[in-house]
T-cell receptor, first 109, second 114 residues
Framework: QQPVQSPQAVILREGEDAVINCSSS?????VHWYRQKHGEAPVFLMI?????EQKGHDKISASFNEKKQQSSLYLTASQLSYSGTYFC??????????FGKGTRLHILP | ETGVTQSPTHLIKTRGQQVTLRCSSQ?????VSWYQQALGQGPQFIFQ???????GRGNFPPRFSGLQFPNYSSELNVNALELDDSALYLC?????????????FGPGTRLTVT
């Protein structure tokens, strides 16, 4: 089952915060977050494993709520370089990762 | 350190033909995963190879097959091409099997089937 990402798209001004959500209908083993800029390959952001955890580096962090089968990606004080499409990928312990349809983020100066 | 490379960059094939795409993994990585990305969609997992063995497969028919070589480079073969196979094909390498390792993606091969 493909995870559902919300919102589908968001436009922010530089310095504003954003939250991108990822929900699954199945119990999750891990959640993966990637960012892809137009015409480029996806770039790894972070992996969160079951057990419920929060991770972060710089101004990008994420949480994983195992019980709710949800993960959220938090972008704080967004920069122009944060523009792109964000994908969450979920894994249910069967060595298959399924990516959502993505959330397009556009940062305005 | 050399990143993940893929060849060719672009490819045009006719329906019914066969195609082979190639991927060289990042130095030190023993695992390669392949993805299909249609325009405006997220990558779809095709399969993963770890030390020359298939280790996990997505919902793709058997006409999608792969190989991994002793140097950990990999090939994706698609037989009997269909129009819907037109997509960007991405490979990603990682340090270990399974999906709890960071994956490094290559630039992709754009396949067009006419």
């Amino acid at each position: 089952q493909q995870p559902v990402q919300s919102p589908q798209a968001v436009i922010l001004r530089e310095g504003e915060d954003a939250v991108i959500n990822c929900s699954s209908s199945k119990a999750l083993y891990s959640v993966h977050w990637y960012r892809q800029k137009h015409g480029e390959a996806p770039v790894f952001l972070m992996i969160l494993l079951k057990g419920g955890e929060q991770k972060g580096h710089d101004k990008i962090s994420a949480s994983f709520n195992e019980k709710k089968q949800q993960s959220s990606l938090y972008l704080t004080a967004s920069q122009l370089s944060y523009s792109g499409t964000y994908f969450c990928g979920t894994e249910v312990g069967d060595d298959k990762i399924i990516f959502g349809k993505g959330t397009r983020l556009h940062i305005l100066p | 350190e050399t990143g993940v490379t893929q060849s060719p960059t672009h490819l045009i094939k006719t329906r019914g033909q066969q195609v082979t795409l190639r991927c060289s993994s990042q130095s030190g990585h023993n695992t390669v995963s392949w993805y299909q990305q249609a325009l405006g969609q997220g990558p779809q997992f095709i399969f993963q190879y770890y030390r020359e063995e298939e280790n996990g497969r997505g919902n793709f028919p058997p006409r999608f097959s792969g190989l991994q070589f002793p140097n950990y480079s990999s090939e994706l073969n698609v037989n009997a091409l269909e129009l819907d196979d037109s997509a960007l094909y991405l490979c990603a390498s990682s340090l270990g099997q399974g999906l709890t390792y960071e994956q490094y993606f290559g630039p992709g091969t754009r396949l067009t089937v006419t």
